[in-house]
């Protein structure tokens, strides 16, 4: 059985301003993007990777990222959509594997460790489908459109979903296809597999597995690189 890891990083970081997306952005002297990639290398699990990049970013990424890494996997490069949920199903759409395991990520998580993908990697091939995620700490309010509290949700309920999410490939390949074909966008690839009624488990994540996607993040991911 295959396992891929599909990685995608076809953001553009608006709110990280600037022109360079900020997969690209320096963390530790070396791109988001590079820590991403070696952390899912080290995985003995990992047989090939998958990177999704925007129209045009291609060369940026093998000149200044993978010419300067020693990775042991096969990379293949692909090229996004308009919007996430269509950078995945390109990523979906170059594996041959139909029996295999698919790990997909974002690019701008750097701290993704080899546990973490063995512990998903395993529950997925017991349940079909399962997402690293934190129980939230904080109480948490329903808020009306005019800013006035409507309720306070049960905590010991709510989630924060991370990633990687890990799929048997026949699952997410079913999932995408029929969001596709009703037009619908989830906000993460969990949600389309919960759409059909499947069942997706949830595996404890890590407080260091950030995604960084402004510049308080960044700053708090070179606290976390300084302190590992």
Known sequence: MEIIGVIVAAGKGVRMGGTLGKQFLPLGGRPILAHTLSGFNESELI??????????????????????????????????????????????????????????????RPFVRPEQIAATVEKARETGACILALPVADTLKRVAEDRRIQSTLERKSVWMAQTPQVFQFPVIWQAHQAARKAGYIGTDDAQLVERLGLPVAVVPGSRSNIKITTPEDLALAEAILMAS
């Open 47 to 108: 047989d090939r990777i998958v990177i999704v990049l925007s129209a045009g970013d291609s060369e940026y990424f093998k000149t200044e990222i993978l010419s300067k890494l020693a990775l042991s996997k096969k990379i293949q490069v692909v090229t996004g959509g308009g919007h996430r949920q269509d950078s995945v199903y390109n990523g979906l759409r170059q594996i041959r594997a139909k029996d295999g395991i698919v790990l997909i990520h974002d690019g701008v």
